[in-house]
């Protein structure tokens, strides 16, 4: 058996297709639950990247036939030291060394941009949830990474939601909140709004547990915010926010975002939730995000199942995510390997 690999971009029509039809074999293998893979959004990967990520890309054969690929994304803008990647190989052609052969390709390759360490993440299954391939963990342990943050994916159905212990939910934490009003808007962030979406963004990993993953905080202003928007809308995510504004100081002080793919009506994502750690204590959380999933319901009525994913010990957020209704589905590793 041979093995062989080529680096490609978005200009080779023929390897983005190819890559694509491997990730949309993984994806209906490996995750049944998942919406099937978007092929807008994978091809605005090629051509709308987002602000400060470049990405390079190789395509796998065995014998000749597309057996696997892999995406790294190298930060540009902060994180210069770090790498994303994802490396996967069609269900039928695993356990034959594609996975291997991508992987060292790929250290090869960071290791020619300076890169120091790489993040992946591998899908298992949680007891008594879903069965889910072992591969994934199993691999990454196989080539030296190290598992540096344990995430869960909870999942809420929507016709599940106990809009009695909602509602009641949210009468108890509104005169916490004495102060502070809920602003919602579609897509792009209103101009007097993202100085302020900016420094919420900024803080995510500031102050989201990242266990052992050396993560710098992202250096984001208005004009990444617009960027992301514009690579956002060309993936044609239609995006649902709900902000907190803190009415004594005019500022925004949480934020939270809900999304929908374009190729699956049914499926929503619940993105960022952020509050502005001085204004903690508000029940700003619960109430923006019970009250985003009303907005998006509202304009998206297909929508059946909504998932997430947090940090296990994110104690916090999974308690709001568990009061609205999401359940525990499968558990997710970030796996760190040093170059
Ligand atoms: C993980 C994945 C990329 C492995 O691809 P692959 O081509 O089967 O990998 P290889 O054949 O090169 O395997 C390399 C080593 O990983 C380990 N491994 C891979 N799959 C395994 C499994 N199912 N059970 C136990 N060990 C496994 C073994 O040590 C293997 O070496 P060996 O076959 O000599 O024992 C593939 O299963 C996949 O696409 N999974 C879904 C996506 C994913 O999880 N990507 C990795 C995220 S870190």
Redesign the pocket.
């Known amino acids: 058996m041979s093995i062989t690999i080529a680096s490609f971009d978005g200009a080779d029509r023929t390897s983005v297709d190819e890559a694509y039809r491997i990730g949309s074999a ?1 994806n209906d293998a ?1 995750l049944p639950d998942f919406p099937p893979s978007c092929r807008r959004r994978f091809d605005a990967l090629f051509h709308t990247p987002m602000p400060g990520t470049r990405s390079l890309w190789a395509l796998a054969r065995l014998d000749g036939v597309p ?2 690929y892999l995406q790294l994304d190298l930060p540009q803008l902060d994180n210069t030291d770090n790498a994303t ?7 039928e ?11 060292e390709y790929g250290v090869r390759l960071l290791r020619e941009h300076g890169r120091k360490r790489v993040v ?4 298992s299954a949680l007891p008594g949830g879903p069965p889910r ?4 963990d ?6 030296g ?1 190290q598992p540096a943050l344990a995430e869960v994916r909870r999942r809420l159905d929507v016709g599940e939601i106990d809009r009695v212990a909602l509602r009641a939910a949210l009468a108890e934490a509104r005169p916490r909140a004495e102060g502070y009003h809920s602003v919602c808007w579609q897509g792009a962030t209103p101009q007097e709004y993202v100085a302020d979406i900016a420094y919420l963004d900024g803080r995510l990993l500031m102050d989201a547990p990242m266990g052992d993953v050396q993560w710098e905080p992202e250096q984001v202003d208005a004009e990444r915010i617009r960027g992301n928007e514009r690579a956002l809308d060309a993936r044609g995510r239609r995006r649902y926010h709900l902000g907190m504004r803190h009415e004594a100081s005019g500022r925004l002080v949480a934020w939270t975002l809900l999304d929908v793919g374009a190729s699956a009506d049914w499926h929503a994502f619940q993105q960022i939730t952020i509050v502005d750690p001085a204004h903690r204590g508000h029940r700003l959380g619960l109430i923006a995000k019970a009250e985003n999933l009303h907005h998006l319901l509202t304009h998206e009525s297909a929508v059946q199942v909504i998932d997430t994913w947090n940090a296990a010990s994110n104690s916090y957020m999974v308690a709001i995510n568990e009061q609205l209704g999401f359940r525990a589905v499968d558990s997710w590793t970030d ?1 760190q390997l040093t170059l």
Request: a positive charge; proline letters at 3%; hydrophobic letters at 65%.
């Open positions: 993984v490996d057996a696997g990647a994802e490396v996967l190989v069609r269900p052609l695993r356990r034959r060394g594609v996975g291997r052969a991508l992987h992946a993440m591998a899908v391939s072992v591969a994934g199993a691999f990454a342990a196989a080539i990474a796996w």
